[in-house]
T-cell receptor, first 113, second 112 residues
Framework: DQQVKQNSPSLSVQEGRISILNCDYT??????FLWYKKYPAEGPTFLIS?????DKNEDGRFTVFLNKSAKHLSLHIVPSQPGDSAVYFC????????????FGKGTHLIIQP | GAGVSQSPSNKVTEKGKDVELRCDPI?????LYWYRQRLGQGLEFLIY????????KSGLPSDRFSAERTGGSVSTLTIQRTQQEDSAVYLC??????????FGPGTRLTVL
């Protein structure tokens, strides 16, 4: 039973346009959400996070939106750059981290020149 | 400053052998996590250490898996009598706030 779902295995976006990566979750106990970026042969790198008490968090080109009623979050990258090509993982935490993070299966973002 | 380091980066072993994977967390991070990522899958949580406290082992996939953390710093994950289904990338992460986790590069384990 997947508690965090990323339904798009891959996404192709033109350089300079907006990339939108989506994530859905089922566990209403999740209170913190994170996005990680992963290059081949490297560990995931933390990108941006959001607490469940907020609906938006922005950091430079990256914005995360949270819709609690829909149990949905999204990551917007604008403008998209070639270096953004990577696998993006959505992750969620409940109860302060003792159970680790629950990850989605990832979305492979490809930025086309 | 140094990030999370893991060794070895790659390990190929024969079925039935024991393996030991090592993680050096970021200095000052009290929380340490182990995850496993099988091919085409997301990360699967295995075990969590908070300081020197005894971990909750209920996330470990079988009793062939064990982990320890010495002195609240370095951790080792041991897999006994390895099986082919243990083949995966094993990732370690550390955290100061138990939420934002910083990952090492992983150990790719291949069981022949």
């Amino acid at each position: 039973d997947q508690q965090v779902k990323q339904n798009s295995p891959s996404l192709s976006v033109q350089e300079g346009r907006i990339s939108i990566l989506n994530c859905d979750y089922t566990n209403s106990m999740f209170d913190y959400f994170l996005w990680y970026k992963k290059y081949p042969a490297e560990g995931p790198t933390f990108l941006i996070s959001i607490s469940s008490i907020k609906d938006k968090n922005e950091d430079g080109r990256f914005t995360v939106f949270l819709n609690k009623s829909a149990k949905h979050l999204s990551l917007h990258i604008v403008p998209s750059q070639p270096g953004d090509s990577a696998v993006y993982f959505c992750a969620a935490s409940a109860g302060g981290g003792a159970d680790g993070l629950t990850f989605g299966k990832g979305t492979h973002l490809i930025i086309q020149p | 400053g140094a990030g999370v380091s893991q060794s070895p980066s790659n390990k190929v072993t024969e079925k039935g052998k024991d393996v030991e994977l090592r993680c050096d967390p970021i200095s000052g991070h009290t929380a340490l996590y182990w995850y496993r990522q099988r091919l085409g899958q997301g990360l699967e949580f295995l075990i969590y250490f908070q300081g020197n406290s005894a971990p909750d082992k209920s996330g470990l996939p079988s009793d062939r898996f064990s982990a320890e953390r010495t002195g609240g710093s370095v951790s080792t994950l041991t897999i006994q009598r390895t099986q082919q289904e243990d083949s995966a990338v094993y990732l370690c992460a550390s955290s100061w706030d138990r939420v934002r986790q910083f990952f090492g590069p992983g150990t790719r384990l291949t069981v022949l």
